[in-house]
């Protein structure tokens, strides 16, 4: 498969194609694999030399990307795999591999679903609250529903009822996304106490939050239903330069 010539970098924090156009594509050093660039993580070298995470894929200078998850990164750090497709992708410039790179990695896509649910939230687009939530759900307001990973079972199953009567979807089994961050996580992510339940009202919203949470819950290994889905040897191209 062909990749594509490198595109400019979006300004979005999720990373996303403007709309309309279909995302790029990046070949996992590790894997071979093409898959679209929003669906991968891109590594860059620090002055230092330290390869580092650029969730956000704006590092000047070459990237090399990975689309593995964390146990798969962990053994290929282990048996040396990551560092010798690292040395072909940086055309043996000197590196260093941080023992904890994986950490920094899962650190990195946290902050990118947490910033994005801020920034949404500044835009008028979250509801939160129990009642709020359940208001809007069935009001037929709500594009995507998300609970912390320790919410338990009672709060989303009733909240997940009151969205499908509001979508007019009931038997459907249309249900929210427990997301991959607890309620401290999201407390303070989104400023308030015990943030238990999150709502999104705008589409748009949605897809923002979309590429970013997927990635996550990719590399932690855990595929689950993607957000917002219950709305209705290595060659010179597979490298990237100028912050691409």
Same mark, same amino acid.
């Given at each position: 498969?062909? #990749?594509?010539?490198?595109?400019?970098?979006?300004?979005? #924090?999720?990373?996303?194609?403007?709309?309309?156009?279909?995302? %790029? &594509?990046?070949?996992?050093?590790?894997?071979?694999?093409?898959?679209?660039?929003?669906?991968?993580?891109?590594?860059? #070298?620090?002055? =230092?030399?330290?390869?580092?995470?650029?969730?956000?894929? $704006?590092?000047?200078?070459?990237?090399?990307?990975?689309?593995?998850?964390?146990?798969?990164?962990?053994?290929? #750090?282990?048996?040396?795999?990551?560092?010798?497709?690292?040395?072909?992708?940086?055309?043996?410039?000197?590196?260093?591999?941080?023992?904890?790179?994986? &950490?920094?990695?899962? *650190?990195?896509?946290? $902050?990118?679903?947490?910033?994005?649910?801020?920034?949404?939230?500044?835009?008028?687009?979250?509801?939160?609250?129990?009642?709020?939530?359940? *208001?809007?759900? $069935?009001?037929?307001?709500?594009?995507?529903?998300?609970?912390?990973?320790?919410?338990?079972?009672?709060? %989303?199953?009733?909240?997940?009822?009151?969205?499908?009567?509001? &979508?007019?979807?009931?038997?459907?089994?249309?249900?929210?996304?427990?997301?991959?961050? =607890?309620?401290?996580?999201?407390?303070?992510?989104?400023? $308030? =106490?015990?943030?238990?339940?999150?709502?999104?009202?705008?589409?748009?919203?949605?897809?923002?939050?979309?590429?970013?949470? *997927?990635?996550?819950?990719?590399?932690?290994?855990?595929?689950?239903?993607?957000?917002?889905?219950?709305?209705?040897?290595?060659?010179?191209?597979?490298? =990237?330069?100028?912050?691409?």
């Amino acid at each position: 498969m062909r #990749i594509p010539h490198n595109e400019p970098l979006s300004s979005d #924090i999720s990373g996303t194609a403007p709309a309309g156009k279909a995302s %790029p &594509e990046r070949k996992c050093v590790l894997t071979g694999r093409h898959d679209a660039r929003d669906e991968l993580t891109r590594l860059a #070298i620090s002055p =230092d030399g330290d390869v580092l995470p650029d969730v956000m894929a $704006r590092a000047p200078g070459r990237g090399a990307w990975i689309g593995v998850d964390r146990q798969a990164l962990e053994k290929a #750090i282990a048996n040396g795999k990551l560092k010798g497709a690292l040395a072909r992708a940086f055309k043996g410039a000197a590196l260093s591999i941080p023992a904890d790179l994986p &950490e920094r990695i899962e *650190q990195a896509l946290r $902050r990118l679903v947490t910033d994005r649910l801020g920034i949404e939230l500044r835009a008028g687009n979250v509801l939160l609250g129990t009642e709020k939530i359940a *208001q809007g759900c $069935r009001a037929g307001a709500v594009t995507f529903l998300g609970h912390a990973s320790d919410a338990g079972t009672d709060g %989303p199953n009733k909240l997940a009822q009151a969205w499908r009567v509001g &979508e007019g979807a009931e038997g459907s089994g249309m249900k929210g996304v427990i997301l991959p961050l =607890d309620r401290a996580a999201l407390s303070v992510a989104l400023g $308030r =106490d015990n943030v238990v339940h999150v709502a999104l009202t705008d589409p748009a919203a949605a897809a923002r939050l979309q590429a970013p949470l *997927q990635r996550l819950i990719h590399f932690l290994g855990n595929e689950t239903e993607a957000a917002g889905s219950e709305t209705g040897a290595v060659a010179n191209d597979d490298i =990237d330069t100028k912050g691409e």
